[in-house]
């Protein structure tokens, strides 16, 4: 047998291969022969995706993520969610989409997805749009905060891949509602007692958080509205909120004080609780302080985020000076107002920074200082 050993050696100088491509693409920042997130229209949308430049599948090796350019502040956010819509093709379990939330640039040099933990990994097909959403309860308070869309393939099979749409991250400060009115008297109802018990619906507010309003104006002159027994339940008939006003001034509700005098406990005024019975109950009360009474008794947050129906229950009683007056008792719902602080449609991915680490082939980067071939 006879073996002939060839040893080539080649030495790349200045422009000894200029214009000339090599015969293997090698891995880098968005290679052409690497899928890395871009914009891509399937005809009918716009969208993210993790492709092959002009082609829609993915390939072999691919490493790539795709993150907010601008940091979201969530400096005086208290909720605060990251919600998404997408889809997925994978030749096998290998090939997955993740997503993470952090609260930092997650550059190339920075961001390492194994030291990561995902809000979520996916690696089953799902041929529909499916909406995604996730709490950054754990974010709020932070200054800078990044989502990152992360896309990872084996080397073996390609496919569709993932696609992306409708991104955005919502939050809340804690204190900005959108207030509706749900009930309104301006007529006497059980002054005297017993208390009439009262059922409305909060079901708008379901989903996020939400918080209630008893508002009693005076009109000038009236006599008085009590309230008593409130709760605050779900489509679980879990109890959300709770307060009977045995204590005063009730745990984290807010007492505003439009005129002269707000809501306090029955006993200030020596007034009977006509609303509960038993007790104490709050009381707005005109008759006892002569008049200048506008005040409002606002419930602390509720969290109904896992509530598809929401529920009050209560128990008053209204003192009416003469229907037409000006005086009234009203009951608000306040939705939480969120501020979106994050929104695209993917028409292009000018607010996001894409980062490219996918290798194709298993091909290193090399200087192609020595070739080796053996026959």
């Keep these: 047998m006879r073996k002939i050993f060839v040893v080539l050696t080649v030495v790349l100088l200045g422009v000894a291969f200029a214009g000339t491509a090599p015969f293997v693409s090698v891995a880098g920042p ?79 040099d920075d961001f390492d997805p194994d030291a990561e933990t995902p809000l979520a990994v996916y690696d089953t097909n799902e041929g529909s749009w499916t909406d995604e959403a996730f709490d950054l309860e754990d974010l709020t308070g932070e200054s800078e905060v990044y989502v990152v869309f992360y896309w990872e393939s084996d080397n073996s099979g390609v496919a569709d891949g993932v ?58 002159w009236d006599w008085w509205a009590e309230v008593d027994q409130v709760v605050v339940s779900d489509d679980t008939r879990a109890d959300l909120l709770t307060e009977d006003f ?62 598809t129906t929401v529920d009050l229950d209560f128990v008053a009683s209204y003192n009416d000076i003469s229907t037409g007056s000006g005086d009234y008792f009203e009951v608000l719902l306040g939705v939480a107002l969120e501020s979106v602080d994050l929104e695209d449609e993917f028409d292009d991915l000018s607010a996001w920074t894409a980062v490219d680490l996918g290798e194709y082939s298993n091909v290193e980067h090399t200087t192609w200082g020595g070739i080796k071939a053996q026959f």
């Design 246 to 307: 045995e204590s005063w001034p009730p745990t984290d509700w807010t007492i505003v004080v439009l005129e002269s005098y707000g809501w306090v406990r029955n006993d200030t005024c020596y007034r009977s609780n006509y609303a509960g019975g038993d007790g104490f109950c709050a009381d707005a009360d005109s008759d006892y302080w002569y008049a200048g009474v506008n005040t409002r008794l606002i419930s602390p947050p509720i969290d109904c985020s896992g509530s």
């Design 163 to 220: 696609r992306v749409n409708d991104a955005m991250v919502g939050s809340w400060d804690g204190e900005s509602y959108d207030w509706t009115q749900i009930l309104r008297w301006d007529e006497d109802h059980h002054a005297y007692g017993p208390g009439e018990e009262v059922n409305l619906d909060l079901s708008d507010g379901a989903g996020g958080f939400l918080a209630v309003d008893f508002h009693y104006d005076d009109g000038g």
């Design 30 to 108: 968005n290679d052409a022969d690497t899928a890395h997130w871009q914009h891509y229209n399937d005809g009918d949308d716009d969208m993210a995706a993790c492709i092959v430049d002009d082609g829609d599948e993915y390939s072999m090796g691919d490493k790539t993520w795709l993150y907010n350019t601008d940091a979201i502040d969530l400096t005086d956010a208290v909720s605060a969610w990251f919600g998404f819509a997408y889809t997925l093709d994978t030749a096998d379990e290998g090939d997955f989409f993740a997503v993470y939330a952090v609260d930092f640039e997650p550059t190339s």
